[in-house]
C-alpha cells in the first residue's frame, strides 16, 4: 500500500470525526498523520516492518502507530468504517466545498439529509437555507459559488500529480528492454498547465521494433501496469486506459521519423495548433500528426523534430510553455520571442517556513537543503500572531526569532539567511505587526489568509491598503486560491499591479503544487506593467523547496525573463531590488500601518472598510 492511500484513509477519518463533532485534538492528529505521511518520500509500508521505527516519525504516538499498522494489514481503518456507517461516504465530496466547515455539513445531513453535492446545491438554489441559523442568503450565494468550482475540478489534476503517474509509468515502460527507444510526456502537462485533465505519453520506437507484432507486445506490457482501473482501448499504434485514481492515459507508439510532428501536435495547444496549420496552409504545406508535407503532392519535408517543422514555417522555434495563441506565433515570425526564465537561473528562495510556526525542518534544514538545490540565499518567513493554526509568532517571539535567523550565519552554513516574516494582511488592509517590528526584517511577505469572501470594491481596497504600507515588499500568493478547492480572490488585479508598480512590490509566484499563484495570465500581466516578480515555494518542509521548478514553469507561462524575476539576481542585487523600507528615523514618529492618505481617499476607504464590517 502506497503513502498516498494510507494518508488519504488518515484523512478522511479526520473529515468523518470533524462531522461527527469530535474534540479537536482527536480529528487533528489524524490530519497531521496524513499530511506528514503523504509528503514523505520514504515508504510507509517498508518503515512499519519496525513498530519502533514508526513511532520515531514526527507526531506518530503508539496509538497511532497501532492505526496506521491495521491500515496495512487491512486496507481500511476500523474507525472509518465504523463513521462511514453512521454517514454517507459523499458527504466527503460536501466538506471539500470551501463555503461549509464540518458542523455545517453535519448540519444539512440531519436536518435535510442533504449528503452529495447536488443536494446542498438544489437545497442553495431553492432558497431553503437563507432562514437557517448560521446560514443566510450570503452563504447560499457562496455554495453555489463552491460548487461551480467543484464541477469545473472534476476529472482534472495537479500538475504535480499527473507528473508523478507520469514518472511512475514511463519508468515501468522502460523496463519493456530494447524495444523502447524514449518516452516524452505531451499535452498540457509538457505545457505547464497547473492542472490537466489527461495524460498524452509518446513513445519512440527502437529500430527493429516497429513491425505490428512486435508494437503490440509493447503494448501488452503497458497494459499489464498494476496501477490500471480500466482498459478504454488497444489497437494499432495506441493504448488508453484509466488509473486507479481516474486520471486517463494515453501512450501513443509511433516511429522515430514522425515523433516531432506527433509531439507537436499532442504538445497542442488546440488554439495553436490550429493557427500553426493555416500558417502552413498560406505557405504550400500541410500539417499534421504524422509529418509538415507540400500541399501538392504531399512531398514530407519535415517531421522528426520540432524544430525543423518551426524552421519550415519561417518561424523560431516556440517553448511549450508559451503555445496557447496569445501572440507567441506572430513573436516567433518577428524574432522577438522573450528569452524565458530558466530553473538554473534561480538564486533564492523567499518564503518557507521552520518549526517556530507551522513548519516541520528547522533553520539549519531548510539552508542546507536550499544550498544543496544551488541557491545563494533563502529567506525564512514564518508567519505572524493573526495565523493561530499556524502558530503563528507573537511579536515577542518574532523578535527573538529575528535575533535566531541571524545568528545562523555564524554557523558557516554555505548560504544566506535572511530574516523575514509571512505577515498576515487583516481584514481592513493593515498589517499584523507594528512598523518598529517591521522595520527589523530583511524582508516582509505579506499575505490574506483570511476574510476571502469580502466583495470585489473591499477586497480591492483591502490589497490596495496593504500595498501602500510602506514596509510591504512581496505580496504572497497573491489570489490566495488553491487548485481544484478554492477561487481566486475577487479584487481589480489592474488596479492591484499598477499599485504594486507605483510602490514597488513584488507580486510573488508561489511555486506550491495546490496553489500555483500567480496564474500565467497575471505573469503578463505583470510583466506589461513592469512590476517585479519573485518565486518561492512556501516550502513547510525540506523536500518541499525542490517546487521552485513549477514556479519557474508558470513564470514560462507568462512569458518572464530572468531579468523579470528579482530573486535570480545576487543577494546584494536582489536585496537593493525590494521597496526600500521607511529611514528609521521617521518610523518611530509614524502611527503603526497608518498610510498618509488625502481626505478624499482616506473618506473613500473609511466607507468601503465600514462596509465589511
Request: glycine share 6%.
Amino acid at each position: 500500500m502506497d503513502n498516498k492511500t494510507v494518508s488519504r484513509i488518515l484523512r478522511e477519518t479526520a473529515e468523518l470525526l470533524q462531522i461527527d463533532g469530535a474534540m479537536i485534538g482527536r480529528y487533528r492528529s489524524y490530519e497531521k498523520s496524513a499530511e506528514m505521511i503523504g509528503g514523505m518520500h520514504e515508504s510507509i509500508e517498508q518503515i512499519a516492518q519496525d513498530p519502533k521505527a514508526l513511532t520515531e516519525l514526527p507526531g506518530i504516538g503508539d496509538r497511532m502507530a497501532e492505526h496506521i499498522i491495521e491500515i496495512l494489514k487491512t486496507g481500511d481503518y476500523s474507525l472509518r468504517q465504523k463513521l462511514l456507517k453512521k454517514f454517507p461516504a459523499t458527504l466527503l465530496e460536501v466538506m471539500s466545498l470551501q463555503s461549509l466547515g464540518p458542523k455545517k455539513v453535519a448540519f444539512l445531513w440531519s436536518k435535510f439529509k442533504a449528503a452529495t453535492v447536488a443536494d446542498v446545491e438544489q437545497l442553495a438554489r431553492e432558497g431553503k437555507l437563507r432562514d437557517v441559523p448560521g446560514f443566510g442568503e450570503k452563504t447560499e450565494q457562496n455554495i453555489l459559488k463552491a460548487v461551480e468550482t467543484f464541477k469545473r475540478s472534476t476529472g482534472r489534476f495537479r500538475a504535480d500529480q499527473v507528473q508523478a503517474a507520469a514518472a511512475e509509468l514511463m519508468e515501468y515502460i522502460k523496463k519493456f528492454g530494447a524495444g523502447v527507444d524514449s518516452i516524452t510526456p505531451a499535452g498540457s502537462l509538457r505545457r505547464g498547465r497547473e492542472t490537466v485533465g489527461d495524460l498524452d505519453l509518446l513513445l519512440i520506437l527502437a529500430e527493429g521494433h516497429t513491425a505490428q507484432k512486435k508494437i503490440d507486445a509493447i503494448a501488452e506490457h503497458i497494459l499489464k501496469f498494476p496501477r490500471i482501473d480500466q482498459t478504454l482501448a488497444h489497437g494499432g499504434n495506441k493504448v488508453s486506459f484509466t488509473l486507479e485514481n481516474g486520471l486517463q492515459v494515453d501512450v501513443r507508439l509511433l516511429e522515430k521519423e514522425n515523433f516531432g510532428a506527433a509531439l507537436l501536435y499532442f504538445t497542442g495547444s488546440k488554439e495553436h495548433n490550429v493557427k500553426l496549420r493555416g500558417r502552413a496552409n498560406d505557405l504550400g504545406f500541410t500539417l499534421n500528426e504524422y509529418h509538415l508535407a507540400t500541399l501538392e503532392g504531399e512531398r514530407r519535408v519535415a517531421g522528426a523534430t520540432e524544430e525543423e517543422i518551426y524552421a519550415k514555417l519561417k518561424l523560431d522555434f516556440i517553448p511549450p510553455e508559451m503555445r496557447e495563441n496569445t501572440g507567441e506565433i506572430e513573436a516567433a515570425e518577428k524574432h522577438a520571442l522573450p528569452k524565458l526564465i530558466e530553473l538554473s537561473d534561480m538564486k533564492g528562495d523567499l518564503q518557507m517556513h521552520t518549526p517556530a510556526s507551522d513548519g516541520k525542518n528547522t533553520i539549519e534544514e531548510m539552508a542546507l537543503a536550499a544550498k544543496a538545490l544551488g541557491h545563494e540565499y533563502i529567506a525564512i518567513t514564518d508567519h505572524s500572531k493573526s495565523v493561530t493554526i499556524a502558530n503563528g509568532l507573537s511579536e515577542a517571539r518574532m523578535t527573538e526569532h529575528i535575533r535566531t535567523l541571524h545568528a545562523a550565519n555564524d554557523k558557516k552554513l554555505g548560504i544566506r539567511v535572511l530574516a523575514g516574516a509571512e505577515v498576515d494582511i487583516l481584514k481592513d488592509g493593515s498589517l499584523d505587526y507594528s512598523d518598529e517590528l517591521l522595520a527589523q526584517l530583511d524582508v516582509v511577505v505579506c499575505s490574506i489568509h483570511s476574510y476571502f469572501n469580502l466583495d470585489r470594491a473591499a477586497m480591492t481596497e483591502r490589497m490596495l491598503a496593504a500595498i501602500e504600507n510602506p514596509y510591504t515588499q512581496i505580496i504572497g500568493h497573491p489570489t490566495g486560491r488553491l487548485l481544484l478547492r478554492r477561487e481566486e480572490l475577487d479584487y481589480d488585479m489592474e488596479k492591484i499591479l499598477d499599485a504594486c508598480a507605483k510602490h514597488g512590490v513584488a507580486m510573488e509566484c508561489n511555486s506550491f503544487p495546490d496553489r500555483l499563484d500567480l496564474k500565467d495570465v497575471y505573469l503578463r500581466m505583470c510583466k506589461e506593467r513592469g512590476v517585479k516578480v519573485v518565486i518561492s515555494t512556501d516550502a513547510h518542509e525540506s523536500h518541499a523547496l525542490s517546487y521552485i521548478h513549477y514556479g519557474v514553469t508558470m513564470a514560462r507561462r507568462g512569458w518572464l525573463t530572468a531579468a523579470e524575476v528579482i530573486n535570480t539576481r545576487p543577494v546584494a542585487q536582489f536585496l537593493a531590488a525590494l521597496r526600500p523600507k521607511p529611514s528609521s528615523t521617521a518610523a518611530p514618529n509614524a502611527a503603526p500601518n497608518k498610510i498618509a492618505t488625502s481626505p478624499v481617499a482616506a473618506s473613500k476607504k473609511s466607507s468601503a472598510r465600514k462596509a465589511t464590517r
